[in-house]
C-alpha cells in the first residue's frame, strides 16, 4: 500500500513558523482530498485543515489566518504552512489522503504517514 511522508516538523518558539510537507513514497497518479491531523499526548486526534482537489480548503478554528494548506499537484504534494506558532499547536501531525490513484491504476483508500513532530516552546 503506498504511504505518506511528512517532513519539516521540529522545535521553534512562540511566534515561529514551519512548513510541513505531505508527499506519497512511491509513485502515484493523483490524489484526492487530503486531511492534516494533529495529536498532543493524552489528547485525541484533531483534524486541522483540509484541501480537496479541486483546492478547496477549510480550517479548524483555533488555527484560522496563521495554518494554510495548499497543494503542487504536479508533484502530488500537500503543504501546511503554519506561522505564528502556539505552545498549544505542540502535537504530532499527521497526513491522511481520503483515497489516492496509483500509476498502475489502483485505488488506495484512506492512505496515513507516520507523522512529523512539531514542538512550540519557548
Known amino acids: 500500500q503506498v504511504q505518506l511522508v511528512e517532513s519539516g516538523g521540529g522545535s521553534v518558539r512562540p511566534g515561529g513558523s514551519l512548513r510541513l510537507s505531505c508527499a506519497p513514497s512511491g509513485s502515484i497518479f493523483s490524489i484526492n482530498t487530503v486531511n492534516w491531523y494533529r495529536q498532543a499526548p493524552g489528547k485525541q486526534r484533531e483534524l486541522v485543515a483540509f484541501?480537496?482537489?479541486?483546492?478547496?480548503?477549510n480550517y479548524r478554528d483555533s488555527v484560522k489566518g496563521r495554518f494554510t494548506i495548499s497543494r503542487d499537484n504536479a508533484k502530488n504534494t500537500v503543504y501546511l504552512q503554519m506561522n505564528s506558532l502556539k505552545p498549544e499547536d505542540t502535537a504530532v501531525y499527521l497526513c491522511?489522503?481520503?483515497?489516492?490513484?496509483?500509476?498502475?491504476?489502483?485505488?488506495?483508500?484512506?492512505?496515513w504517514g507516520q507523522g512529523t513532530q512539531v514542538t512550540v516552546s519557548s
Open positions: 491522511n489522503a481520503d483515497l489516492l490513484w496509483t500509476v498502475v491504476g489502483t485505488v488506495e483508500y484512506d492512505c
Open positions: 484541501i480537496t482537489s479541486g483546492g478547496t480548503t
